[in-house]
């Protein structure tokens, strides 16, 4: 019914940059927060970055000050990610809370992109 479709990910060395983005199709009514997290070697999924439909933002304290989390037009959120460490390295995962279409009226849901590899070699 949904899919978000991540891209931007790579290889590139510390200090660099990357841009990710992230965009949701389907039976979309709309989406309320969406949101990157990241999934490093032997380390738990974590939240990187979240923004709410209304603009308020949040980040993971690791990122604060090298990440900025931005929402485009149709259905897109993007993760500019500047200063990258070797500690960055890892899958990153777009979510989102969609308000989905049925013949019911919409309902909320929460969504996953499939993830893009982001590699900081040092």
């Known amino acids: 019914q949904v899919q978000l479709v991540e891209s931007g990910g790579g290889l590139v060395q510390a200090g660099g940059s990357l841009r990710l983005s992230c965009a949701a199709s389907?039976?979309?009514?709309?989406?309320?927060?969406m949101a990157w997290y990241r999934q490093g070697p032997g380390i738990q999924r974590e939240l990187v970055a979240a923004?709410?439909?209304?603009?308020?933002r949040n980040y993971g304290d690791s990122v604060k000050g090298r990440f900025t989390i931005s929402r485009g037009n149709a259905n897109t959120v993007y993760l500019q990610m500047n200063s990258l460490k070797p500690e960055d390295t890892g899958v990153y995962y777009c979510?989102?809370?969609?308000?989905?279409?049925?013949?019911?009226?919409?309902?909320?849901?929460?969504?996953w992109g499939q993830g893009t590899q982001v590699t900081v070699s040092s």
């Open positions: 979510k989102a809370i969609v308000q989905v279409y049925s013949n019911r009226g919409p309902y909320s849901s929460q969504w």
């Open positions: 389907g039976s979309i009514f709309s989406i309320d927060d």
């Open positions: 923004v709410t439909s209304g603009g308020s």
